[in-house]
């Protein structure tokens, strides 16, 4: 009698819930093969237990470096892009995800936050400014969403010291990040492989000197001998007139600009900037034109107009130097 006694309070107390159970717990799931994966990026280190699948993307040449991944699918937010042209096949997927800035900088912070992102992908600090009303890089990460800045752009120094290795980096970092390292493997081959072909065919050719300027008559805005523009003049076969100057973007004196004597202008091209309209390509060559009058490059009206886009590190600019090179060096590219 006692047996059956202590047997029903049993199974009384066990459908109450007042017994622990003493079947094993459910297994956790298996970790996804090749991760965790750990990257570093603006002195940070970035640790990934699966892919993330719930991305912001901030300035477009960032979107850009997703999409020629294939990962277009990942972008949950993306702000807005109407400064140039697009590249080919990637308006479509633009347009198919929801825009949350209209401009090129990311949504100011209690938006930015609300989002609920899980990777965040931009290409500049300056994003996440807490004096210009951003979240930071740190509340970001609390909140789950870890931030990458592409190029080594952490700071205004750092982004002077940027290589066409870095974008060549962060493809592969991406890659692992996203668990599509054969994929972005075989993109930087593809990359590399056009690049060596630049180099093959502008090798031993006297290279062209090259102004690269965003406008403008006095003073002259213009691009130095460090940074991302500075990188694609000298790969494409160009001698950066300027490149004494150690800077990135810069104001320089209607004198020296006339003094440099180039054979061949770059313009930046754009039609808006945080939504403000912006000379053309046409009114900017002109104004510097006029200041370097003398020049080969006036006499010749050699002008070429680089999408601003190209001048921020992404992949992008790797396309560039190519379309650059066919410009510098039209005979190379003849065979």
Same mark, same amino acid.
């Given at each position: 009698?006692?047996? !059956?006694?202590?047997? $029903?309070?049993?199974?009384? !107390?066990?459908?109450?819930?007042?017994?622990?159970?003493?079947?094993?717990?459910?297994?956790?799931?298996?970790?996804?093969?090749?991760?965790?994966?750990?990257?570093?990026?603006?002195?940070?280190?970035?640790?990934?237990?699966?892919? =993330?699948?719930?991305?912001?993307?901030?300035?477009?040449?960032?979107?850009?470096?997703?999409?020629?991944?294939?990962?277009?699918?990942?972008?949950?937010?993306?702000?807005?892009?109407?400064?140039?042209?697009? !590249?080919?096949?990637?308006?479509?997927?633009?347009?198919?995800?929801?825009?949350?800035?209209?401009?090129?900088?990311? =949504?100011?912070?209690?938006?930015?936050?609300?989002?609920?992102?899980?990777?965040?992908?931009?290409?500049?600090?300056?994003?996440?400014?807490?004096?210009?009303?951003?979240?930071?890089?740190?509340?970001?990460?609390?909140?789950?969403?870890?931030?990458?800045?592409?190029?080594?752009?952490?700071? =205004?120094?750092? $982004?002077?010291?940027?290589?066409?290795?870095?974008?060549?980096?962060?493809?592969?970092?991406?890659?692992?990040?996203?668990?599509?390292?054969?994929?972005?493997?075989?993109?930087?081959?593809?990359?590399?492989?056009?690049?060596?072909?630049?180099?093959?065919?502008?090798?031993?050719?006297?290279?062209?000197?090259?102004?690269?300027?965003?406008?403008?008559?006095?003073?002259?805005?213009?691009?130095?001998?460090?940074?991302?523009?500075?990188?694609?003049?000298?790969?494409?076969?160009?001698?950066?007139?300027?490149?004494?100057v150690k800077a990135d973007y810069t104001e320089v004196n209607p004198e020296a600009i006339a003094a440099a004597q180039p054979d061949a202008v770059v313009i930046s091209e754009y039609a808006t900037?945080?939504?403000?309209?912006?000379?053309?390509?046409?009114?900017?060559?002109?104004?510097?034109?006029?200041? $370097?009058?003398?020049?080969?490059?006036?006499?010749?009206?050699?002008?070429?107009?680089?999408?601003?886009?190209?001048?921020?590190?992404?992949?992008?600019?790797?396309?560039?130097?190519?379309?650059?090179?066919?410009?510098?060096?039209?005979?190379?590219?003849?065979?």
């Amino acid at each position: 009698m006692k047996k !059956l006694l202590v047997l $029903a309070m049993a199974l009384t !107390l066990a459908a109450c819930g007042q017994v622990p159970a003493t079947r094993e717990a459910e297994p956790a799931a298996a970790p996804q093969a090749g991760f965790p994966v750990t990257v570093s990026n603006c002195g940070r280190t970035l640790t990934f237990d699966k892919p =993330p699948a719930k991305v912001v993307t901030g300035y477009h040449p960032a979107l850009e470096t997703l999409f020629a991944l294939g990962l277009g699918d990942r972008v949950a937010g993306r702000t807005n892009f109407s400064e140039s042209a697009f !590249l080919p096949g990637h308006k479509e997927p633009y347009d198919r995800i929801p825009e949350i800035s209209p401009t090129i900088m990311l =949504p100011q912070k209690e938006l930015m936050l609300a989002q609920g992102a899980d990777f965040v992908l931009d290409n500049s600090i300056a994003s996440f400014d807490a004096a210009g009303g951003y979240a930071t890089v740190e509340e970001l990460d609390a909140a789950g969403a870890p931030v990458y800045i592409m190029g080594g752009w952490c700071s =205004p120094e750092a $982004a002077l010291e940027f290589t066409l290795d870095d974008t060549l980096t962060d493809l592969r970092n991406l890659g692992a990040i996203f668990g599509v390292p054969d994929r972005a493997d075989q993109l930087i081959n593809e990359l590399r492989a056009d690049l060596d072909d630049v180099r093959e065919r502008v090798g031993g050719r006297p290279p062209v000197k090259v102004l690269a300027t965003d406008g403008g008559k006095g003073p002259v805005n213009a691009y130095g001998g460090a940074g991302v523009t500075h990188q694609l003049i000298t790969a494409a076969g160009g001698q950066n007139v300027l490149a004494d100057v150690k800077a990135d973007y810069t104001e320089v004196n209607p004198e020296a600009i006339a003094a440099a004597q180039p054979d061949a202008v770059v313009i930046s091209e754009y039609a808006t900037l945080r939504g403000e309209k912006k000379p053309t390509v046409a009114a900017k060559a002109a104004d510097t034109l006029s200041v $370097a009058a003398n020049s080969p490059a006036a006499k010749d009206d050699r002008v070429f107009a680089l999408p601003v886009a190209a001048q921020h590190p992404g992949y992008r600019n790797l396309l560039a130097v190519v379309d650059l090179a066919r410009f510098l060096h039209p005979d190379a590219f003849q065979r």
